[in-house]
């Protein structure tokens, strides 16, 4: 009897979080993968219960799907897109940036792609941007990590702002980096999930 109702307990702990992230409240499992210690190898630590099903939630699927634990390289990415604005090469942050196909498919708008290559271009432009603003100092320069911004993640609901299927977004995180021993950001300023990996659609 004592294990039945412990059975009850936990499923019903699961289902709240799982409403929980319904609302918008930050997914485990995405933070997890944001954590500021950067990577420098593919690493996949066995997910938690808790963390599986809710990444199960995020991306749509029913509580009661088979457990999924995707592995987000995001600081392996933000590090190409650290590396692109030092070089201003453009192109080799494109592994951080919203997939075209992704976007094409959830925008309900009447020529997604042209709108992918607007947000593509403004991109680009930001990155030539803080290649500039790095100067001389762009040498002494080492990346850190991209910091998500738990505090204004939101769930955008299917329909909202013109999108098929919903998402989480957050704004205002920082890309950290080092210069002379010194800590410094360069803003990124929204950034959208797809498949359980973040990506940006606005650098700046």
Not at 68 to 92: G, H, M, N, S, T
Not at 155 to 179: D, F, I, R
Request: hydrophobic share 40%; proline share 7%.
């Amino acid at each position: 009897m004592t294990f039945a109702i412990g059975v009850r307990f936990c499923t019903a702990c699961v289902a709240l979080a799982a409403l929980s992230c319904a609302k918008g409240a930050p997914p485990a499992s995405m933070l997890d993968a944001a954590a500021a210690e950067p990577s420098t190898s593919a690493r996949a630590p066995e997910p938690s219960a808790t963390v599986a099903a809710t990444a199960v939630v995020a991306a749509g699927a029913p509580v009661d799907a088979p457990p999924a634990a995707p592995v987000d390289d995001l600081q392996e990415r933000a590090r190409k897109l650290f590396e692109a604005i030092l070089r201003d090469e453009p192109d080799l942050a494109m592994p951080l940036f919203y997939p075209r196909d992704a976007y094409v498919a959830n925008k309900d708008v009447k020529d997604p792609g042209a709108a992918w290559d607007k947000l593509q271009k403004h991109y680009k432009i930001a990155i030539h941007g803080y290649h500039k603003k790095l100067g001389k100092k762009g040498a002494e320069a080492e990346f850190e990590s991209l910091e998500l911004n738990p505090k204004t993640q939101i769930y955008v609901a299917p329909k909202k702002e013109a999108n098929k299927a919903g998402y989480n977004k957050v704004t205002k995180s920082k890309l950290h980096y080092k210069v002379g021993g010194k800590s410094r950001t360069f803003d990124v300023t929204t950034m959208i999930d797809n498949d359980s990996k973040w990506y940006v659609t606005v650098l700046k």
